[in-house]
């Protein structure tokens, strides 16, 4: 898998592209989890280009918006793929993520247009 990280913006988005399988997990936690460790942080997680996602990156994903919410951060994700998006309906995720189609989308619903 590849992360990317903008920070150009007034709201971080982190760009995962390709797999995200079990030997991804603690790198990409590492560079994800200090983007919400502080209360009022904000962070979009563009999921457009992830064809795959398995049961440890699901829950690598779980843990870093937990830790978002713990530490009372917020992540939106953007545009799963389908079946990125197949996953989260199986999984009964996909009312527990907030998830919007675009990054203008979620950049309003954080509060920065």
Known sequence: MNLT???SGS???ARL???WRATDDQEYQDDLHPLVAQAGSKLIIDLSELSMIDSSGLAALIS???HARLSGARVVLVRPTPFVSGVFETTNLDGWF???PDTKQAGE???SA
């Open 5 to 7: 990280i903008d920070q």
């Open 11 to 13: 709201i971080p988005i």
């Open 17 to 19: 592209a390709g797999e």
């Open 64 to 66: 870093v918006v937990t």
């Open 98 to 100: 907030e998830v919007c």
């Open 109 to 111: 619903l954080l509060g």
